[in-house]
């Protein structure tokens, strides 16, 4: 049997933990897949005397991150602390022009600074890899890179957030208002410590931004990801969805268009029926449509130490049996920088209002849509509030530049109240 | 960019034609994700006048494939041509002893002969891939033996019969019996031409045991999987079971229990709002619970040209990238003998049987079940037929053992017409 592949680890988490534990627990059958032992030499946390329910007095110890990601008794330095710059980046690049490989699940870092640090592996010999940064335990940046490699890929949709999905599920089937979902996620822990990361849709957009390189051979390019998160969803937009066979979900679509590269991250309508429609609570779940394969479809837990620590693990065993691949499966520098496009693909879409109780006003409204182009498949007036009454439109096919222009047109009318909801109903 | 990865094709079916046409099309593409070529020496076929829709006259042609196989001017020998044994077995035991790379899709030559061509492969360093024999286009052997390798695995699961699944889902939607369904896939082409390949769960067996094989480590055993076919399914079992919440599909399990490796392959009820309950028509689905990761689905075509050539190229452009792996995970000698043992884990069961219309014959039903230690969660004569009744039973949890002991009593009892339907209710 060869010599150990030795880990340095930075970051003692629950995911942190979880991969000491595997590589504790399961010396013999790694051993096995891989072809050499893989050991750990050393690690890395902020607090030395934490209990983290593991024993780690055979690692060394290092404070900080960056001596533990140069050391010599390394070859893989695994990175599971986050945060887009700081340590995390700083001894990512200490190792990567070390020679080091790199494990990591920083999905932040990688929408930030993805391209150098895929240009700094290469200009290093080294390894960058990060599936459990996307979609938990599923092993999909895999899937992607390899297992699809004959393809041109055409789509790639997810429901990567977790947090998200369980609020808008919880929202549907116990019948409670948004404010008291979130508040109720906030107490089980569910939410980051800013939650805008999850319900603004940041978190699920990191993870969109990755998996469009991967997909598409572009450049990561989170800036150009269309994000719109859940907080203005109603109980009323769940109810109604659901009475015309949809669910709502936070979802994220990457497709290249002839104009260029649509990514965008927002509640859509799906129907209740799809794969992606009978998604409950916290699981994630992808969709991959390539030339080829047609449509294949993951779905698993997009957290918890155990699948995440399983991503980790399936990276670093890529490595122990001398798997190198690019880290967004081409070379850095055949990665094409992409023409961002605003969403262009047409759609149906939803949308509520709500619209002041008085003679002409739907006149009003129904001709700011005709203006711009944008034609009504159905309406209905659902309910009776005091001086206004909700108003639910669903829409032909339109493109969201007409419906951004009909929006404007209904923001300069007097009897709409409020900037009307509008959510891409998504064929999937 | 270094030396390209040249392939010899034999069997120019719609797989092999798809793959041809996937390398001829996708030049640079495949070459900047591998980083080198990936060209096409050779090929072989039958048939050498026959049109395929794609052009071939820049390759050697061979009429014998193992010819092909051993070539000078070839890396990979991709098999495509089908068949346990003959031609496909020789020429891939020549290519593997010639020390070339081989990737096939042959699904029943890997569940017959597994075990002597990975230990062949390995004997001369070569490397032997089959993603394409499992579940079509989904790459699930790349998601169990690399995504997931930090797992020891629990249980796998799979619908991964197209035409079995087409045929059940088919028989719910239309209420079409079976045979006329049967009759209807016939003259669409869907069945093999010995049916029983099919309907009598022999190819979706080869699958399991190859799921099998990589999920536990273990040598394949193709012999070793309980096999049952869909042939005695009824219009009234499928109602039966809608009309309590499940669906039935043809269902494979392999886990590992204290007694050793169940593996059985037959139709079972699953609820109708799970994954696998959800699934309709060709498509297939593939279960994978590990003790990290908890549960994976996977769900994808299971064959057509595409998807299956997607399949066959994700295993092409791994080797093109050197990544070398043990056929089934871990080095052949490594690979387990099973226990086999019969199916062990207790489950809730639906009988259907028919009882003769006279007075004590329910009596004697209830008292050998109950003398089988068989206790009766639901009871219901559905309908009366001339002279017998059909009752359905579903019962509480219960072993295949005192399952058996309790069929074996109703064969001896008078009142019990024909041997009666028990299918597993399989939690999922």
Redesign the interface.
Known sequence: MSTPLRLGIAGLGTVGA?VVK?VRQ?GN??A????CPVTISAVSARDKDKDRGVTLSQYAWEDAPVALATRDDIDVYVELMGGADGPAKASVEAALKAGKDVVTANKAMLAHHGQMLAQLAEDHGAVLRF?AAVAG???VI??L????????MDRVMGVMNGTCNYILTRMQSAGLPYAEVFEEANQLGYLEADPTLDVGGIDAGHKLALLASVAF?TQVDFAAVELEGIERITIDDITQAADMGYRIKLLGVAQMSGRGLEQRMSPCLVPA?S?LG?LEGGTNMVVLE????????????GA?E??T??????D???IA?????STF???AG?LSETTPAKTATPAPYYLRLSLEDKPGALAKLASVLGDAGVSIDRMRQYRHDAGAAPILIVTHKTTRDALDAAITGMDRLDVVKDAPVALRIETV
Do not use: C, H, W, Y
């Open positions: 979880g595997i399961k059958l790694l096995d897949r891989a072809g599936e335990g599923i092993p895999k899937a890179t390899e297992g699809l490699a004959g393809n041109d051979g029926t794969p009978q390539g030339d080829q394969v047609e449509q294949v479809v993951l779905r698993g837990p918890g155990g699948p620590a399983s991503a980790v693990m399936g670093v065993m890529d049996r001398g798997f190198r691949v499966g081409v070379p055949s």
